[in-house]
């Protein structure tokens, strides 16, 4: 098994993100349609399922699209496509998370895949992402990836009501093994 699929492997096990009962709750908007972007072996899209959204779930990965497809055959409420956060055609939703995937965007489409996500998002819907930090470890060795200051991410958040941004800091360990310094959001945030 090599890395990629060691690490989709143990993500089948892993828990959903505690932010998304809240998120759930938090949602405003009359229909149900989830962006699950990045969305790696499904884990969040398929308790969106058994909550009665339609789930659109897109992934660069081939390895998660085997995943996805299998695991969601069937479902009439499922899309999956393989793809990046720059070329995905978004339709109406009313919430779209990136669960540790955004910081994989490439920088200089970041504008566009945000204007996509305005356009996306109906009035009472939510976000749910992981921003990372300018200070991430990552941002060392990848200086290009796509991070921001706090500041940067309360102005880009400002049209939203923000309902959660805790900042994580510290070193905590990766799904694929091994840890790194963690400086990254997660945030909770309604249009
Ligand atoms: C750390 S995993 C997170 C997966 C899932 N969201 C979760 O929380 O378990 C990051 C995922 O982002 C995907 N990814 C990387 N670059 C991407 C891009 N440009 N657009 C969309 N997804 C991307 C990877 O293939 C991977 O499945």
Same mark, same amino acid.
């Given at each position: ?9 143990? =993500? +089948?096990? #892993? ?6 009962n809240k998120v759930v709750n938090a949602n405003q908007a009359v229909e149900k349609v989830a962006i699950d972007c990045g969305c790696g072996v499904g884990n969040e899209s398929a ?15 081939? $390895? ?7 695991? %969601?055959?069937?479902? =009439?409420?499922? /899309?999956?496509?393989?793809?990046? &956060?720059?070329? %995905? ?12 995937? +955004? ?14 996500? /305005?356009?996306?998002? /109906? ?15 990552w941002l060392q060795t990848s200086p290009d990836m796509l991070a921001f200051t706090e500041d940067e991410l309360r102005k880009l958040l400002q049209t939203f009501e923000i309902l959660?941004?805790?900042? $994580? ?6 799904? #694929?093994?091994?840890? !790194? &310094?963690?400086? =990254? &959001?997660?945030?909770?945030?309604? !249009?």
């Amino acid at each position: 098994m090599n890395k990629a699929q060691a690490y989709y492997h143990a =993500s +089948l096990n #892993a828990p959903i993100r505690p932010a998304l009962n809240k998120v759930v709750n938090a949602n405003q908007a009359v229909e149900k349609v989830a962006i699950d972007c990045g969305c790696g072996v499904g884990n969040e899209s398929a308790f969106l399922l058994e909550q009665g959204y339609h789930v659109h779930g897109f992934d660069t990965s081939a $390895i998660a699209a085997d995943i996805c497809k299998a695991r %969601f055959a069937g479902q =009439s409420h499922y /899309q999956f496509t393989q793809c990046g &956060f720059e070329a %995905f055609n978004y339709p109406q939703s009313s919430l779209i998370m990136a669960n540790a995937s +955004l910081y994989f965007c490439e920088k200089a489409k970041f504008a566009q895949v945000w204007q996509a996500w /305005q356009q996306s998002l /109906q009035s009472g819907g939510v976000l749910l992402v992981d921003f990372l930090e300018v200070e991430d470890e990552w941002l060392q060795t990848s200086p290009d990836m796509l991070a921001f200051t706090e500041d940067e991410l309360r102005k880009l958040l400002q049209t939203f009501e923000i309902l959660t941004l805790k900042e $994580i800091k510290g070193i905590y360990p990766l799904r #694929a093994g091994g840890e !790194k &310094f963690w400086h =990254s &959001f997660i945030v909770v945030a309604r !249009k």
